[in-house]
């Protein structure tokens, strides 16, 4: 599904408003900016090769946006992927709420 057909949450709850979308996207863009080096401006190519001067915890989380699977990961040298992604996203969140990453 593509931002601009809206955002689900749950099952029959899609948000469609798009100063909504347009805020969770910020929201989010900003989250993973925040976990690593890398500045993300969104989705500029499709290739999850392009994305290595991002961090870590960002690929991971681009991997999910892209649709790289776990195994694919493995083999490009990730290893404790389920780990990897729990922080990461756990990170992002983190900034979201409190406004930090660590601390």
Known sequence: MYLYEGLSFRAGNTITDW??????????DMALDAVGFGKWRGIDVVEFK???????????????????????????GFYD?????????SKMCRYLNEGVING
């Open 19 to 28: 100063r909504s979308l347009a805020e969770y996207k910020a929201d989010f």
């Open 50 to 76: 392009y994305y290595r001067h991002f961090g870590k915890y960002q690929r991971a989380v681009i991997a999910d946006i892209l649709e790289v699977s776990d195994k694919e990961l493995t083999r490009l």
């Open 81 to 89: 992927i389920f780990k990897l992604k729990h922080i990461a996203y």
